[in-house]
């Protein structure tokens, strides 16, 4: 039988845009009760009053930096907190959703910056590690929790510009895979998301708020959007409690593989 998402908790961090604030709706379409984690607080506020009018059995927002081991910890105890005062089911996180994350300029390694390379790992996969080690003790074992790691298809090809990137996302993908054997009996779920071109926020960051590039990468093209993702979201957290969805690599169309993106006159 389906897992009910009713009156569950779910964690999603970088939930102020792109896939993170679609997910926060749909699941709030659901009943779910959200926690939702980013740096713009501003926009957290709004992604939360909209949950809210979609449904959502309770949204709640907070300041989050997964780059920063200080912020995951007072993010995470304010979590608990949060689960803690409004006991609800059993009063636990039933879905971890890991997507912070992005790139970060697209130099080839022989001009890459430590900035950049140092950011990308930072949130990609010491970010995950991070609000994965803090969020455990409060995954019910035995109850149709899931992990849901955001990989990307750079974790399963190279392009050039994206050594950092694309080694984050492997490591990502590598960190799933760990996770499914140490849990191992515990009857929590982990699987990855692994979204091929989509539109949302992620090249005006990468491209450093250069919107004009930004907007080529997807220029006469059909990209995935950030719903498609989330509706994947719910459909792999609410599979029936002995499914486990371990890898889905997902794709627009119009992409036959990195790089070979099909774009109309
Ligand atoms: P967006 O830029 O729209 O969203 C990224 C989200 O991550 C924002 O909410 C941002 O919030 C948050 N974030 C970034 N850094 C941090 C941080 N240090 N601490 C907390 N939150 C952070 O892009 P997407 O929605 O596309 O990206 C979401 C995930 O999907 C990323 O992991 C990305 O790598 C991955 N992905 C994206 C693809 C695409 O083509 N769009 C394809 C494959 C994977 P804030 O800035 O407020 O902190
Ligand atoms: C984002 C997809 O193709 O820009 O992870 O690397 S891509």
Request: with cysteine; charged share 25%; glycine share 10%.
């Amino acid at each position: 039988m389906k897992f009910s998402l009713k009156n569950k908790w779910v964690l999603i961090t970088g939930a102020s845009s792109g896939f993170g604030a679609a997910a926060a709706a749909a699941f709030a379409a659901e009943g779910a009760m959200l926690l939702l984690g980013a740096r713009r607080v501003d926009r957290l506020k709004k992604v939360a009053a909209t949950a809210k009018k979609t449904g959502a059995a309770e949204a709640h927002f907070h300041e989050l930096d997964v780059a920063k081991a200080a912020s995951v910890k007072t993010f995470m105890a304010w979590a608990k907190q949060t689960i803690e005062k409004r006991k609800a089911e059993s009063g636990k996180l039933h879905v971890l959703i890991n997507n912070a994350g992005g790139a970060h300029g697209l130099d080839a390694v022989a001009d890459g910056k430590d900035a950049d390379w140092e950011t990308t790992f930072q949130t990609n996969v010491l970010g995950i590690l991070r609000v994965t080690r803090a969020a455990l003790p409060l995954l019910p074992h035995d109850a149709g929790a899931s992990i849901i790691n955001i990989g990307s298809i750079a974790g399963r090809t190279a392009y050039a510009g994206a050594a950092a990137y694309c080694a984050a996302k492997a490591g990502e993908l590598q960190i799933t895979r760990v996770l499914r054997h140490e849990l191992f009996g515990t009857g929590i779920r982990v699987g990855t998301v692994d979204p091929g071109l989509a539109e949302t926020e992620f090249s005006l960051v990468r491209f450093k708020g250069d919107a004009r590039k930004a907007k080529e990468i997807y220029a006469g093209t059909n990209p995935l959007v950030a719903t498609d993702i989330a509706e994947i979201l719910v459909w792999v957290a609410s599979r029936p409690p002995h499914v486990n969805i371990d890898e889905i690599l997902v794709k627009p169309v119009d992409q036959a593989e990195m790089g070979k993106v099909f774009r109309r006159k």
